[in-house]
């Protein structure tokens, strides 16, 4: 389900909705937008800071060790490691999306402003995750990784070798999992940008490794509620994993879009 060359050149993406009233449903300049803007503040700033330092620096800290005990006889099971990994990260990105689109507010202390807001400002405003840097596209991400990355990071300089040896597999689909967890956010961001991506982002676009522009276009067409998944958007997902269909509702359709 490869998203074409040609949307590439298309005008910045625009939910396909409504206006109610006359008025605009969405935009930056709608005031629940700049409301839930204004919520973003300097501390959530500095901890977005210090998630991001923290997990990239445990990020390479990791993969230097795994490709210091990954051995050639791994290679079956790491190639299956890694794409379980994907396909669960892909799972759970629609899960916790879901679940932030549903359920709760953003008057919830902590989770409201720190989670719930990013999404709920992003369907009145769906082109201000383009506006937004590297730092506040990933630092909630960054963060919710942090512990199991640091708890590989334990592993890493507190067991024998023998048992990194034989855990190697096990820690590379732990790997991708956290990798494609990091990254969603930025592939989220990716998926909205119709003007200057990378050729390497598209490439990855099409061939659907991350989420395709065309693919999430739909879950913008309100109320919201299909194609929730928005690390890679497959279908793949669905079908290798039957308690997803019900976040990716007309996987089939999808697939014979492209
Ligand atoms: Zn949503
Ligand atoms: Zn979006």
């Known amino acids: 389900m ?7 050149a298309a005008p910045r993406d625009e939910p396909p909705e409504e206006p109610e009233g006359g008025g605009r449903r969405w935009g930056a300049q709608h005031a629940g937008a700049r409301e839930l803007a204004e919520l973003y503040s ?9 998630s991001v330092i923290l997990c990239f620096s445990l ?4 993969f230097y060790n795994l490709l210091f005990y990954l051995r050639l006889e791994h290679t079956p099971s790491v190639i ?9 990260a892909d799972f759970l990105s629609g899960l916790f999306h879901w679940g932030a689109d549903t359920w709760g507010s953003v008057e919830l202390p902590i989770v409201g402003k720190a989670f719930i807001r990013p999404f709920r400002e992003h369907h009145i405003d769906p082109t201000a995750i383009t506006r937004h840097d590297f730092i506040e596209t990933n630092g909630d991400n960054c963060f ?3 512990v199991p ?8 300089v507190s067991f024998s070798p023998e048992a990194l040896y034989e855990t190697c597999p096990w820690e590379c689909y732990v790997f991708a999992l956290i990798i494609f967890i990091t990254m969603t956010n930025q592939i989220h961001k990716w998926s909205h940008t119709y003007f200057g991506l990378p050729r390497w982002v598209i490439f990855l676009q099409d061939w659907h490794i991350i989420l395709p522009r065309k693919h999430h276009r739909i879950h913008h067409v309100s109320p919201h509620e299909t ?3 928005i690390t890679t958007g497959t279908a793949l997902g669905v079908v290798l994993c039957p308690p997803a269909a019900f976040l990716l509702p007309s996987a089939s359709a ?3 879009r492209g």
């Open 2 to 8: 490869a998203g074409s060359g040609a949307a590439a």
């Open 42 to 50: 300097p501390g959530k700033r500095l901890q977005e800071w210090i």
């Open 59 to 62: 990020i390479c800290f990791n």
């Open 80 to 88: 299956v490691g890694i794409f379980a990994g994907v396909v669960t």
């Open 144 to 146: 919710m990784t942090l």
């Open 149 to 156: 990355l640091a708890n590989m990071a334990y592993k890493f």
């Open 227 to 229: 194609y929730f998944c």
């Open 254 to 256: 999808a697939l014979s």
